[in-house]
């Protein structure tokens, strides 16, 4: 079946870098592009962008430049999402999610992970 | 990109049927048959419940039923339930940045 699993919480002090990684299963990983949301604490889900897991091109949404990073390995089925220069507001829930076909849903998500960014 | 508008909260009772209405513009809900929508339980990740404005994944109930008018898409959820209270997003693909999701409205079952 597929599976889309996300590394744990992660509690980071302002200006340091997290990695989130999303290790996909059940499914041929170069077939489906990746997807990346984030929902801060008590408000609605933000798409992020995507990578295509062809070619490792990524796609970044209006306000998701600069300090975010996506990439992938092929080699484990995993992709990853990079943020670095942490602010207190980038505290949120990140979710990977896997297009369903044409890049318009998600039919499969991760569990989330925490980012907590504290001083 | 503007988050389309969905109401904060609906409620309904058991056994009633109930709306939530999904706001854009026509560069995306009015646009584009690409509407989906997605169920979320507390602490849980979203559950994608209709795509391309009124298909249901294989699993989801024929209770969920999606809809489209001009720049509006609309859920309906038929035979209320109690495991039914939980957050809907809407989505819809745009032309300027892919996907955009609704604010998200909050369902209680009375």
């Known amino acids: 079946q597929v599976q889309l699993v996300q590394s744990g919480s992660e509690l980071k002090k302002p200006g340091a870098s997290v990695k989130v990684s999303c290790k996909a299963s059940g499914y041929t990983f170069t077939s489906y592009a990746m997807n990346w949301v984030r929902q801060a604490p008590g408000q609605g889900l933000e798409w992020m962008g995507w990578?295509?897991?062809?070619?490792?091109?990524?796609t970044y949404a209006q306000g998701f430049t600069g300090r975010f990073v996506f990439s992938l390995d092929t080699s484990v089925s995993t992709a990853y999402l990079q943020i670095s220069s942490l602010k207190a507001e980038d505290t949120a829930v990140y979710y990977c999610?896997?297009?369903?076909?044409?890049?318009?849903?998600?039919?499969?998500w991760g569990q989330g992970t925490l980012v907590t960014v504290s001083s | 990109q503007s988050a389309l508008t969905q109401p904060a909260s609906v409620s309904g009772s058991p056994g009633q049927s109930i709306t939530i209405s999904c706001t854009g513009t026509?560069?995306?809900?009015?646009?584009?048959?690409?509407v989906s929508w997605y169920q979320q339980h507390p602490g849980k990740a979203p559950k994608l419940m209709i795509y391309?404005?009124?298909n249901r994944p294989s699993g989801v109930s024929n209770r969920f039923s999606g809809s489209k008018s001009g720049n509006t898409a609309s859920l309906t959820i038929s035979g209320l339930q109690a495991e039914d209270e939980a957050d809907y997003y809407c989505s819809s693909y745009t032309s300027s940045s892919r996907v955009v999701f609704g604010g998200g409205t909050k369902l209680t079952v009375l």
């Open positions: 999610a896997r297009d369903r076909t044409t890049g318009t849903d998600f039919d499969y």
């Open positions: 391309d404005v009124s």
């Open positions: 990578i295509n897991t062809n070619t490792g091109n990524p």
């Open positions: 026509s560069s995306d809900v009015g646009g584009y048959n690409y």
